[in-house]
């Protein structure tokens, strides 16, 4: 039996469906779109149904290595950016050249089945300091568990983001 088969109870399937709702939303959001449509700006932010998936993609990778203990040197705060460093973020919630809708929910499933491995896995109650951040003070530690919650609370916010952007483009709902 593979990890993905184990059959978990309890606090981890909990997580497990908090999680795969929320995916599930996010996704249903995007059914049925073209790659231009997945990329197109329909409120007033930068944001995009595709830029949308991908960041939540990336969000979940770095929150899952982080939750096994794989640590990033942190950056020195900057205190100008460059437009380069603007255009870098702003790529991060838009489909850029050679990026596909179908090719970010591809790898948005493959980490989401990493994730969920890590549920399954992983000891909740271990805790790890939160990396330095301007708006984060030094010796804050998170559980396992508490990151497993903020992956799904990411998911669920920007899930919402996702819906409104929807909507303005063909008026399809997620819910209602």
Sequence with gaps: MTTSEQVVSG???????????????????AQG????QANTRSTVSALTVGGLIKHVSAVEQ????FAQGISKPSTPEETEFTPEMIAEWENNFRLTDGETLAGVL?????????TD???????????YELPAAPWQP??????????????????AQH??????IR????GQKTMG
């Design 117 to 127: 491995d890590l549920v399954r896995t992983l000891d909740l109650d271990t805790r």
């Design 62 to 65: 770095h929150w899952a290595e």
């Design 159 to 164: 899930s919402g983001h996702a819906d409104i």
């Design 11 to 29: 606090e981890r399937a909990d997580i497990l469906e908090f999680l795969g709702k929320h995916r599930y939303f996010l996704r249903h959001t």
């Design 33 to 36: 779109l073209s790659d231009e």
């Design 106 to 114: 591809a790898e948005y499933e493959k980490v989401a089945a990493a």
């Design 138 to 155: 030094p010796g804050v530690f998170w559980s396992v568990r508490r990151v497993f919650f903020h992956i799904a609370a990411e998911t």
């Design 167 to 170: 909507e303005s483009i063909d």
